[in-house]
């Protein structure tokens, strides 16, 4: 037993090996300045309630991770206690009544190959690594997202350790205002989740891609393009830009145009991208593929090739529904700027529809850009690390706010809620979290 009396490991700041466990947490490898004052891995809800009895007679702050994505590393925090919640890794699937219950810390990409095996589908994530706990609490853009809507949608229940050490179910009918918060709340939620309960689908019977990738030449002709298809794409494409220096990881300088479609019939599937078809632009491409038939796992690998492993990123974005024409000059010189691949800048399709859900999630917009900085050397950092940031900074008259799927909150603060519902957050907040125990976003004013 370790000195919290908890069945998992425990770790302080004076312990070897503490700062490397912390950082081993991390997808994003960039050096930071803040650490926490202990690590506790509980295996169980009693754990759980131990830790959070002991952070706060400590008078410590409590940061959680789950799979430990958060590109600004919003789980490592000085001054606090950390929960990793890694042993919090099973999943059952109810295929009957079509509903599954997982841990935080199963992978989105484990979860839903498992369940395409059985025919079901569940929206989750587009890359291997990133777990369901931090991903569904700040939304979830998935795959087939357009047409299931945010992967936090069909989320029906939670099983949530409060502030106070209890464990509670929130749904719509019972603890709701918690069930609200959790639907959006992303990393400034204030209770720790140990099991969502999740609705499942039928699985898509046909999944394909066509790809059509250009030189930077005609990066105008390719975004305007982008833009003017964007309102009339079939929901079951999730059309996306990706601009990066080295296009199908050895192409050299470029845009891939990729359009990913879910769909129920071979007729649906076909019409789906009859829009890069007959594109006004597709002759200038240097590379087209026909609509090829794909399983998850290729979408997987190709997504993966844009964010592998072991790199430090610093990453930003934003929502917009500008004219192209404001848009444009501004992506140019973000190409111009652009550093050596992985780094690359993802221009997305989403066009959203009214949401009926009750939730906390209420920022999107028609386009969505994010910028990805990435580089090996953690001696590179000054010159790569502000990049993102930066551009967005720039474009800030061009928002309408962020995505926390992506968010650089450390760096520049952005709206991630309406006003409404940050408002109504910050009351659940003072309600549920009277003492402030949980950790907020890195930007502590919240969205703006
Ligand atoms: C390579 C890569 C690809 C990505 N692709 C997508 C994508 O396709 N779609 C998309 O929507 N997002 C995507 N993201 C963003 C990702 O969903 C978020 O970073 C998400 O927070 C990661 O979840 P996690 O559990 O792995 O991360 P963590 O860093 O562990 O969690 C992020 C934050 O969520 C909170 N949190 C986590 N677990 C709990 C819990 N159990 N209880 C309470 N609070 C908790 C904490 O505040 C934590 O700091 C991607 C990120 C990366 C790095």
Request: aromatic share 10%; net charge neutral.
């Amino acid at each position: 037993m370790n000195f919290l009396n908890i069945k998992g490991r425990v770790l302080r700041r004076t312990d070897a090996g503490f700062e490397s466990a912390v950082l081993d947490t991390l997808f994003n490898k960039q050096a930071l300045e803040r650490m926490p004052d202990l690590l506790a891995e509980p295996t169980d809800v009693d754990d759980i309630i131990t830790v959070i009895r002991y952070a706060r007679s400590a008078g410590k702050k409590i940061s959680i991770c789950s799979g430990g994505h958060s590109w600004s590393a919003n789980h490592v925090r000085n001054d606090s206690v950390l929960i990793s919640m890694t042993h919090f890794n099973r999943y059952e699937v109810d295929k009957a009544n079509m509903r599954a219950k997982a841990g935080p810390a199963v992978g989105g990409s484990v979860l839903l190959t498992a369940l395409m095996k059985q025919d079901l589908f569940f929206p989750a994530g587009h890359c291997k690594g990133v777990c369901i706990g931090g991903y569904l609490l700040q939304g979830g853009f998935a795959w087939n997202g357009r047409k299931l809507g945010m992967a936090c949608e069909s989320v029906i229940g939670y099983d949530i350790v409060t502030a106070e050490g209890e464990l509670v179910h929130a749904s719509e009918t019972e603890n709701a205002d918690l069930f609200w918060a959790a639907r959006g709340a992303g990393g400034g939620f204030f209770g720790v989740v140990v099991q969502f309960h999740l609705r499942l689908y039928p699985r898509p019977k046909y999944i394909g891609a066509m790809t059509q990738v250009f030189g930077m030449k005609h990066l105008e002709d390719v975004f305007q393009w982008a833009w003017e298809v964007g309102p009339d794409i079939p929901p079951a494409v999730e059309f996306q830009l990706l601009m990066t220096r080295q296009t199908l990881t050895f192409c050299g300088p470029g845009i891939e145009a990729v359009a990913p479609v879910f769909a129920d019939t071979k007729e649906e599937l076909e019409a789906a991208v009859d829009f890069m078809r007959n594109s006004p632009v597709r002759k200038k491409a240097f590379l087209r593929t026909p609509l090829l038939r794909s399983g998850i796992g290729s979408m997987y690998r190709f997504a993966m090739t844009h964010y592998p492993e072991r790199h430090c990123w610093g990453v930003d974005n934003m929502w917009t529904h500008a004219p192209a024409t404001e848009l444009i000059p501004f992506l140019r010189q973000i190409a111009d700027t652009l550093p050596p691949a992985p780094a690359h800048v993802l221009w997305l399709n989403w066009h959203p529809p009214v949401r009926q859900s009750k939730m906390a999630f209420s920022v999107e917009d028609q386009i969505y850009i994010a910028l990805y900085g990435a580089w090996k050397s953690p001696a590179d950092s000054p010159r790569y690390g502000a990049w993102a940031a930066d551009w967005m900074r720039r474009m800030e008259h061009l928002s309408t706010g962020i995505q926390l799927a992506d968010e650089g909150l450390h760096r520049r603060p952005a709206r991630f809620l309406s006003a409404e519902h940050l408002q109504q957050m910050e009351a659940i907040r003072e309600q549920r979290d009277v003492k402030g125990v949980f950790h907020r976003w890195h930007d502590a004013g919240g969205g703006r």
